[in-house]
């Protein structure tokens, strides 16, 4: 897809039973054929829950669907139960910071060191960031 912007990433967020079926990859592949979108326009993005349910179910969903060329994010990281011993393990390109981080982050030091901390951590293991919630310029710098 192009409309004068490039091409377009689809994102789409993914429910914890959605994540757990076992045909989920065959039925985005199917869904990806079927509307000729390429794997590396679509990024699905999964809670931190979604993926400490069954961890190792988790890596190995994550695994199966990026070796699909798919790209994977964990929405709203931070504000479940982060397991930095698990994200090592999944091969995600993107964790989303949580609006509740950002909302305050120009008043309050302990949401900015968060932030910090996370874009950091993600930085060194090569993963981008998103925060959701920037409204603004402050809250972007």
Known sequence: MEWGLGPLTVAVNLSATQFRDPDLTQAISALLDENGLPSARLELELTETATMDDPDGAIAAVDRLSGRGIHLAIDDFGTGYSS????????VSKLKIDQSFVRDIERDPDDRAIVSAIINLARSLSIHTVAEGVETAEQAA
């Not at 930095?84 to 091969?91: F, M, N, P």
């Open 84 to 91: 930095l011993s698990y994200l090592k393990r999944l091969r």
